[in-house]
């Protein structure tokens, strides 16, 4: 028989106060980190990184001396110092220039087709550089791009962004509840909804990238499709009748 004052099989924690407000207080922290990130993802990080690749795409060929952080595109020749396997299919390079002043690079590819793969040490290649990365390199009519070179693919920014705007909104209104209302709370879903909305904008960022849809539409495919996740997780849950505490004159259904 379960002890009197408890539920049948459980004894409930002590009610504290300032443990609600102790959880509070984190979830405000945490909900105004993830408030930052959103917006340094839409005001600073994407306006950047739009600048940069129009920048790229504006830049002409070097004529003047060779400098590391000229802002043109530059050929140089280069010796594959060592290729190393980073993940699946990932690859990084490190590579030399045979001509004075013998500046080393080092950069990555996310695919080792179709020139990469084929590369050992020792082999000498051909590399274009602009403002001291090398974007691309090449050997004879085969050409493969780094992943040091700018790119016009702000879906995934924007999906990053969505994301810790919404997780901001759950954790700043959860934390404030614990903070105004110091009681004791039924249990919710914030973990799994942190988690779910997350997978749902990461698959939304890649298929953007993937299809070509334009960024500004990538937040609203979020909200549209994480909506029926949500209504899911805070449904999941059906509630449960409490069993009676002992004393109350019913016994728990057999």
């Known amino acids: ?20 407000r102790g959880r509070g207080a984190l979830l405000v922290l945490i909900g105004g980190l ?22 790229y795409r504006a830049a002409s060929t070097c004529a003047g001396p060779l400098r590391a952080e000229n802002d043109c595109l530059r050929t140089v ?19 030399t220039m045979t001509e004075a002043p013998f500046w080393s690079y080092r950069t990555d590819f996310g695919d080792p087709g179709p020139l990469v793969r084929d590369l050992g040490k020792g082999d000498e290649i051909t590399g274009t550089t602009w403002r001291g990365d090398l974007v691309a390199v090449a050997r004879g009519e085969v050409r493969q ?22 997780l901001a909104g ?38 953007a990238v993937w299809t070509g849809v334009v960024w500004w539409l990538t937040p609203p495919l979020i909200l549209l499709t994480a909506a029926p996740l949500v209504y899911l997780i805070l449904n999941w849950d059906t509630p449960q009748k409490r069993a009676p505490i002992v004393g109350s004159g019913t016994l728990p259904p057999s």
Do not use: C, N
């Open 1 to 20: 028989m379960p002890v009197a004052g408890t539920t049948w099989g459980k004894v409930e924690k002590e009610y504290r106060p300032w443990r609600v």
């Open 34 to 55: 993830s408030a930052f990130v959103g917006y340094a993802v839409f005001v600073l990080w994407m306006p950047a990184s739009a600048e940069r690749y129009d920048d």
């Open 77 to 95: 020749p280069l010796r594959v110092d060592g290729i190393e396997r980073r993940g699946k299919g990932a690859r990084h390079l490190t590579a």
């Open 145 to 166: 791009h780094t992943s040091d070179e700018p790119r016009d693919e702000p879906q995934p920014q924007a999906a990053l962004g969505t994301y810790a705007s919404l």
């Open 170 to 207: 759950l954790l700043l209104v959860r934390g404030a509840d614990h903070l105004v209302r110091p009681r004791r709370h039924p249990r919710f879903p914030t973990r799994r909804l942190a988690l779910g909305v997350g997978a749902v904008a990461g698959v939304v960022g890649i298929l």
